[in-house]
């Protein structure tokens, strides 16, 4: 291939079917937003949930399909349909560095997400900040994270508007600044959110997602019957025989930091709300499942339509995008791989405009929730749910600037992206885990990310930006983290030896409190309002309380460290540049393995590792939350664990008021207790001694079934078999 790059537009015969396949798709997304905001106006006109709720997380109703299909479709973007080959065209086999960093994507997302459903049902997180405003009860922290949560999701919409205008216009044959089409198209994108909220992103992202798949499993067959595949790769053919040799130091340097950097996927907005919105634990769990084998059909699928593509190209000039000049050979080749080719451009439009979609609300629901409804809290939620679409409209506007004006490309966005997402892993981590000794005061976690977001900006654009092609490999993220810990530690152990104040729940009388602030001594103005949260304070033990009896592998630090032994061991660890590549020829032939580079396979083969850690961890994960209702019975429970009921979930009538609904039946699972003779410190035998009437109400009580606002003698409940039940059923 020559060294010059040109733009690469699709001939007209090639384009005539995308003015059928575009329409035809964007009329299905309209008729899926009709759907939605029906649905939408069914539950509110049903009473199953408020306005806010159904407009930001669809009244919590997803089921697998839908929670497996948006979590696809938002996880995998375009940087996925298009990126990655792209990227593997020119580097070779060191864009399979996504495998292992989308392994530990899969990680964060199961092993944080099963906690921060449990106290979401437990608590009524809405807002993907909730739980940090709930378990550190800081007003500084809690804006430090909505900032690390709303500005990289800006960056990441700004990135999708930035690819759907270069692969639009060349698609079609427009002029390349011309942005008038992302603009219409992101205008497009705002009505389907406005018209239907998460429903129709959800159910838009189902069809997009599905359009996806199609591609990435088509067109590697028709690549591999056409113009052979791996197998088929001579080093002394092949156009970038240097693509064989073992990567220098630096790439080995940033391939092993930008596997861990996506860790950070499961503290975006975006993705916590998936986590609030599915209807039951079994629906999280397919989604889970998704996004720990879809890299294996997407990432890995890229990789190799980059590197055979470079064979598919040879002795053409290289163009801007490889993507679209390799979809267009298989076009030319007529029939069913036109279609095919046809089907994969619009592929790449529905998977950056999926993500867009789900940045858009999940940026506005953080806003409104987090900045506009605090300031008019008693606004009904029907009314903030209009603020959100304004605050969705100046998002769009605001990421259409930033898109359109930016000229460094979608992978200089990431840069920053993904690093600033990367500062919110520690909040979040320490706030499911960490108790006693091992707890952080919440400054002094602000602190630490303060740090270390200043630090992450000062580097990319005072170095990265600055020396693009600095052989450097400076991760900002990572190193950004190391700064992240090292103050937030050295604050808390300043904070410990000066201060000495500790983690309490006593209240200002002295006295035990469960409502009382957990980290002392603070102004008023960082004390959040918590009401509608619950009556007792959120600490790790509650939290602890929450999740007996489930396995959580991720709690375990011996766990742990494999994990992130077995990413690590991924890196190809050996020495640059191997075999040498003088003047154009290696001076021995380099070792492959079925016709790629040895290193790309032992990448390939170790992720298998990984993978199968997450995949069995989460088929180990129960399908339902489950409750003993004989254990119930015998020693009582909780009640400030008890889960709320979809009813209870979507009643929220001002920014911070008391449920009222839940606030009676836990008082009236006490005075049951009460009445039985049990306290939620107690255990009592009652193996010889059978369940009586009040105690069986008691059950019923905690599962939901029976109402707490009637008179005992109205409930009659039937005999139910013994044993855990599904309690989210």
């Known amino acids: 291939m020559t060294p010059t790059s040109e733009r690469h537009l699709l001939s007209e015969e090639n384009r005539m079917g995308l003015y059928i396949a575009i329409p035809v798709y964007f009329v299905l997304l309209l008729g899926c937003a009709f759907w939605a905001r029906r649905k939408m106006e069914q539950m509110a006109h049903e009473h199953v949930a408020d306005k806010l709720s159904a407009h930001y997380l669809g009244g919590r109703r997803f089921g697998p399909i839908i929670t497996a299909g948006t979590l696809f479709a938002s996880l995998f973007s375009g940087y996925t349909v298009i990126g990655i080959p792209n990227e593997s065209f020119r580097t070779g086999w060191q864009s399979l560095r996504w495998m292992p960093s989308f392994a530990y994507c899969a990680a964060g997302l199961a092993g944080c997400g099963l906690r921060l459903r449990k106290a979401s049902v437990v608590r009524n997180h809405q807002s993907p900040s909730d739980f940090i405003t709930d378990r550190f009860q800081s007003q500084l922290l809690r804006y430090t994270i909505v900032f690390l949560q709303v500005v990289p999701s800006i960056i990441y919409l700004s990135a999708q508007v930035n690819a759907l205008k270069g692969t639009f216009n060349a698609l079609f044959g427009l002029d390349a600044d011309a942005s008038y089409p992302v603009v219409i198209i992101m205008f497009l994108i705002l009505m389907f959110e406005w018209a239907g909220g998460l429903s129709s992103v959800a159910l838009t992202d189902c069809i997009q997602g599905f359009v996806m798949l199609l591609s990435f499993i088509m067109l590697p067959s028709i690549i591999k019957k056409n113009f052979g595949g791996w197998t088929e790769l001579d080093v002394e053919t092949y156009p970038q025989p240097e693509f064989f040799a073992t990567p220098s130091k630096e790439t080995q340097w940033s391939f092993w930091q930008f596997s861990l950097i996506n860790v950070s996927f499961f503290t975006l907005p975006h993705f916590m709300q998936r986590n609030y919105a599915a209807i039951n634990l079994k629906s999280l769990r397919a989604g889970w499942f998704v996004v720990t084998i879809g890299p294996w059909v997407t990432m890995f699928v890229g990789a190799f339509l980059g590197t055979v593509g470079v064979q598919m190209l040879a002795g053409k000039p290289t163009p801007a995008s490889p993507f679209t000049a390799i979809i267009e050979e298989v076009?030319?080749?007529?029939?069913?791989?036109?279609?095919?080719?046809?089907?994969?451009?619009?592929?790449?439009?529905?998977?950056?405009?999926?993500?867009?979609?789900?940045?858009?609300?999940?940026?506005?629901?953080?806003?409104?929730?987090?900045?506009?409804?605090?300031?008019?809290?008693?606004?009904?939620?029907?009314?903030?749910?209009?603020?959100?679409?304004?605050?969705?409209?100046?998002?769009?506007?605001?990421?259409?600037?930033?898109?359109?004006?930016?000229?460094?490309?979608?992978?200089?966005?990431?840069?920053?992206?993904?690093?600033?997402?990367?500062?919110?892993?520690?909040?979040?981590?320490?706030?499911?885990?960490?108790?006693?000794?091992?707890?952080?005061?919440?400054?002094?976690?602000?602190?630490?990310?303060?740090?270390?977001?200043?630090?992450?900006?000062?580097?990319?654009?005072?170095?990265?930006?600055?020396?693009?092609?600095?052989?450097?490999?400076?991760?900002?993220?990572?190193?950004?983290?190391?700064?992240?810990?090292?103050?937030?530690?050295?604050?808390?152990?300043?904070?410990?030896?000066?201060?000495?104040?500790?983690?309490?729940?006593?209240?200002?009388?002295?006295?035990?409190?469960?409502?009382?602030?957990?980290?002392?001594?603070?102004?008023?103005?960082?004390?959040?309002?918590?009401?509608?949260?619950?009556?007792?304070?959120?600490?790790?033990?509650?939290?602890?309380?929450?999740?007996?009896?489930?396995?959580?592998?991720?709690?375990?630090?011996?766990?742990?460290?494999?994990?992130?032994?077995?990413?690590?061991?991924?890196?190809?660890?050996?020495?640059?540049?191997?075999?040498?590549?003088?003047?154009?020829?290696?001076?021995?032939?380099?070792?492959?393995?079925?016709?790629?580079?040895?290193?790309?396979?032992?990448?390939?083969?170790?992720?298998?590792?990984?993978?199968?850690?997450?995949?069995?961890?989460?088929?180990?994960?129960?399908?339902?939350?489950?409750?003993?209702?004989?254990?119930?019975?015998?020693?009582?429970?909780?009640?400030?664990?008890?889960?709320?009921?979809?009813?209870?979930?979507?009643?929220?009538?001002?920014?911070?008021?008391?449920?009222?609904?839940?606030?009676?039946?836990?008082?009236?699972?006490?005075?049951?207790?009460?009445?039985?003779?049990?306290?939620?410190?107690?255990?009592?035998?009652?193996?010889?001694?059978?369940?009586?009437?009040?105690?069986?109400?008691?059950?019923?009580?905690?599962?939901?079934?029976?109402?707490?606002?009637?008179?005992?003698?109205?409930?009659?409940?039937?005999?139910?078999?013994?044993?855990?039940?599904?309690?989210?059923?």
């Not at 960490?434 to 270390?452: E, N, Q, T, V, Y």
């Open 331 to 729: 076009m030319n080749l007529g029939g069913f791989a036109k279609g095919v080719g046809i089907i994969a451009f619009t592929a790449g439009l529905a998977a950056i405009m999926s993500t867009a979609d789900s940045l858009i609300i999940a940026t506005s629901q953080l806003l409104t929730a987090e900045i506009c409804y605090p300031l008019r809290p008693q606004t009904t939620p029907k009314e903030i749910a209009w603020f959100g679409r304004v605050v969705s409209l100046l998002t769009t506007a605001l990421a259409l600037c930033i898109g359109i004006l930016w000229r460094s490309g979608i992978t200089a966005l990431g840069a920053i992206q993904f690093p600033l997402s990367m500062q919110c892993v520690p909040a979040f981590v320490v706030g499911l885990f960490c108790k006693g000794r091992a707890d952080f005061h919440p400054w002094c976690l602000s602190f630490g990310a303060i740090a270390s977001t200043i630090y992450v900006l000062v580097v990319y654009f005072g170095y990265q930006a600055a020396k693009a092609d600095s052989p450097r490999a400076i991760n900002a993220g990572i190193t950004g983290l190391g700064i992240h810990l090292t103050v937030a530690l050295v604050c808390e152990l300043a904070h410990r030896r000066f201060y000495r104040s500790k983690r309490s729940t006593v209240g200002e009388d002295g006295k035990p409190d469960d409502q009382a602030i957990l980290f002392p001594g603070r102004p008023e103005w960082d004390k959040p309002h918590l009401s509608r949260f619950g009556e007792k304070t959120l600490t790790p033990e509650l939290l602890d309380k929450m999740m007996t009896g489930l396995n959580e592998p991720f709690k375990n630090l011996w766990y742990a460290a494999f994990l992130f032994f077995s990413i690590s061991l991924t890196t190809t660890l050996t020495a640059e540049g191997e075999p040498a590549f003088v003047d154009g020829a290696f001076r021995t032939p380099p070792a492959t393995m079925r016709g790629i580079s040895w290193w790309a396979m032992k990448i390939t083969l170790l992720c298998i590792i990984p993978y199968s850690m997450v995949f069995i961890t989460i088929l180990r994960t129960p399908s339902f939350f489950l409750v003993d209702e004989k254990k119930i019975e015998k020693d009582g429970i909780d009640p400030d664990v008890v889960e709320l009921t979809p009813t209870e979930m979507g009643r929220r009538v001002s920014y911070d008021e008391r449920n009222d609904l839940v606030y009676r039946r836990r008082s009236t699972i006490r005075t049951k207790m009460s009445e039985l003779g049990l306290s939620v410190q107690m255990a009592r035998d009652f193996e010889d001694e059978p369940p009586d009437e009040g105690r069986r109400r008691l059950s019923a009580l905690v599962l939901g079934k029976l109402p707490s606002n009637i008179p005992e003698a109205a409930a009659e409940l039937e005999e139910e078999e013994e044993g855990p039940i599904k309690n989210e059923e």
